[in-house]
């Protein structure tokens, strides 16, 4: 076998690996509350038979084993069963038909900030490391370790008092409903878009600019400099193949970034994803829905991480031409 | 062999700790003191906030929503109580909250980790396995999936935080205590016969602690924006307690009546941030010397 199709697989068997057991620790975190998610809920005057009608309605009466293969089954098939609230009542929530069109939101948005962040990132980050030490380097230097620093909501909420309050281009809040048309969601979707950009844009950089100094100081490198190669030269056919993986690598690692960044700006401009759902979810203790929002975020992040792996062992120029 | 012939001249072997603080601190650059000095306010903000503040962290001292005013810096919040003290007192909460969780993320994943190194085999497996699993889902994310299991409380959120956080700290602490442990000055000493606390904290700990110090900068950072974080989003911290997070979130509806209250506090808890990042960066440059490759 092709050593750069064994290495991917290898990785991809490691990847589904992670993502069980993600699953199994996601899953089990019910079960690992003393005495019990039931007892914990109803308090301590419940009574058993209270605690037993409780468990049968949420069906947590039958083994975890089971309910965990049941789980995964059904969540691989895009069910996550049915929400805890409104469970007494005539009408029971899907969990699946309220995520949809919430990750389809949440997706909308993140896809709109890498779409701005990404390129930007990479090429204030290039040009960082190529004019090293000037002022250009200097003053986005210490802009970005300050904007690292700050938490989305203080970028969010400056953002909201400039552009919304004082000067009237956005709205405050992000509103968008399943009837909303591309044009309008993508107006009412910019504000939060440009936070998470702010806020991703600055870690790209500075590990954009880190890699490529780097690569740069190799010896292979200063070889062909010294060989008098011509300086676009270097950069296209000595500094680019060994570039991809370490760019990858910093794409994916801020795109999972953006995964976690996404629950607060959400919750900032009341912008209906995901991310909002689950906040929700975890206040009303609603277990499905929060299992099914963790899975997702988890899951995304591990196929980032997968992805980025994959692309650095294609692109890497040693493993191409095995011995 | 007497000593008979004194030295000429008194040689010192090594600078005193505080000449060589003394000498470090006449080559700080300039963000650095920024972050010090801030770091210094926040800090004697935190210890002596009922002398500073000019209220009580919940005393309801007027009307709800009030304009800044000569009795009230900074107006008043959405019952009534005064935003600087509630701000001051939210230094002392949010920032020792944000320690506490560090400091036991540290003792556990740092004694882990060491652990794991010196033994190896199948303890080191075995915890490195669990980690890596835990590793690959954002901590964020996971924090408020355990919050909604054992319900929001503040021992809950400091050991669910900890926890998290000290997989990251196994990691870095396992990676550097491995570099130490095969060195010969832990071989002589396990040779000599010292026994298992003599090799931790007299041979590898000092060895490992400059890089610890660095990460426990950038920990604390992580820990502090995330508890601000979940706060925020009403899971954390919660009132009465007056907390930078959940002060914003309490007067994130002023926003569209263009008062700019939210503002103060998630400038608090940026300020800080940036402080000690600034402070952090300085000590990477000065410990490693080879970062940006310079």
């Not at chain 2, 006449?26 to 935190?46: D, E």
């Not at chain 2, 669990?130 to 409380?153: E, H, Q, R, W």
């Not at chain 2, 050991?159 to 900890?162: E, M, Q, T």
């Given at each position: ?16 690996v ?17 005495g ?31 309910r ?8 691989v ?12 009542g ?24 890498a ?37 989305e ?49 600055a ?8 890699a ?7 010896p ?49 401009f ?14 009303s ?27 650095s ?11 | 062999?007497?000593?008979a ?5 008194a ?5 005193s ?36 503040a ?19 810096w ?47 085999g199948?303890?080191?497996?075995g ?27 503040l021992?809950?959120?400091i050991?669910?935080?900890?926890l ?5 700290v ?10 130490v ?39 604390f ?27 914003v979130a ?45």
């Open positions: 076998m092709h050593p750069v199709l064994r290495t991917v697989l290898q990785r991809l068997g490691l990847g589904i992670t993502l069980l057991a993600v699953s199994v620790i996601i899953f089990s975190s019910l079960e690992m509350l003393p019990g998610y039931a007892e914990n809920v109803l308090g301590q005057s419940a009574t058993p038979e209270t605690v037993a009608a409780f468990k049968r309605d949420l069906g947590l009466d039958r083994p975890a084993s089971v965990y293969f049941e789980w995964i089954g059904n969540a098939q895009g069910d996550f069963g049915s929400s805890y609230s409104g469970l007494s005539s009408m029971k929530r899907n969990v699946s038909a309220t995520i949809a069109p919430r990750l389809y939101n949440t997706f909308f948005l993140a896809a709109m900030a779409l701005i962040a990404v390129p930007l990132s990479l090429l204030l980050g290039a040009m960082a490391a190529l004019h090293r030490n000037s002022w250009f380097d200097r003053i986005v230097n210490s802009v970005t370790l300050t904007t690292i620093a700050m938490p909501f203080f970028i969010a909420y400056i953002l909201v008092y400039v552009f919304a309050v004082k000067l009237r281009l956005f709205y405050p809040n992000s509103t968008v409903s399943i009837g909303t048309p591309f044009v309008e969601h993508l107006y009412r979707a910019a504000l939060p878009a440009i936070t998470m950009t702010l806020v991703i844009i870690h790209m950089m500075r590990m954009t600019r880190a490529i100094i780097n690569l740069l100081a190799s292979y490198i200063e070889m062909a400099q010294l060989k008098g190669v011509s300086k676009s030269d270097v950069i296209r056919h000595h500094a680019l193949p060994n570039a991809w993986a370490p760019i990858a690598t910093v794409i994916a690692f801020n795109l999972a970034y953006l995964v976690v960044g996404v629950v607060v700006v959400e919750v900032v009341v912008y209906p994803g995901i991310g909002q759902l689950m906040v929700d979810a975890v206040s203790r609603d277990m499905p829905v929060v299992q099914a929002c963790a899975l997702i975020f988890a899951a995304t992040y591990i196929l980032l991480n997968l992805l980025a792996d994959i692309v062992i294609v692109t890497n120029p040693r493993l191409l031409h095995p011995k | 062999m007497n000593t012939t004194p030295p000429v001249r040689i010192k072997a090594r600078r700790v505080m000449e060589s603080i003394r000498r470090d601190l006449k080559t700080a650059p300039l963000t650095a003191w920024f972050g010090m000095v801030v770091i210094l306010l926040y800090a004697i903000c935190a210890i002596f906030a009922p002398l500073l000019p209220y009580g962290e919940s005393e309801i001292v007027g009307k709800a929503y009030q304009l800044s005013s000569p009795e009230n900074l107006g008043t919040d959405q019952i009534g109580r005064d935003t600087l003290s509630r701000l001051i007192f939210g230094a002392r909460n949010t920032i020792g909250i944000a320690l506490i969780t560090t400091l036991l993320s540290f003792l556990v994943g740092g004694s882990l980790g060491v652990l794991a190194a010196l033994k190896r199948l303890l080191d497996q915890i490195s396995r669990v980690v890596d699993a835990f590793l690959a889902i954002p901590v964020l994310i996971f924090a408020l999936m355990m919050l909604a299991v054992v319900g929001k409380s021992i809950n959120l050991i669910i935080l900890a998290l956080d000290s997989t990251r196994f990691r870095l602490s396992r990676a550097v205590a491995l570099n442990v095969v060195m010969d000055f832990v071989e002589s000493a396990r040779l000599r016969g010292e026994g298992m606390r003599w090799i931790v904290f007299k041979e590898i700990v000092p060895n490992i602690l400059p890089p610890l110090i660095t990460e426990f900068g950038l920990r950072c992580f820990v502090f924006l995330t508890i601000s974080a979940l706060s925020f989003l009403g899971v954390g911290i919660q009132p009465p307690t007056a907390d930078w997070g959940s002060m309490e007067s994130k509806s002023l926003i569209s009546f263009g008062r700019p209250a939210p503002l103060y506090p998630a400038a608090a808890i940026a300020l800080l941030t940036v402080a000690v990042n600034f402070v952090v960066d300085w000590f990477l440059h000065k410990t490693s010397g080879l970062r940006d490759g310079h």
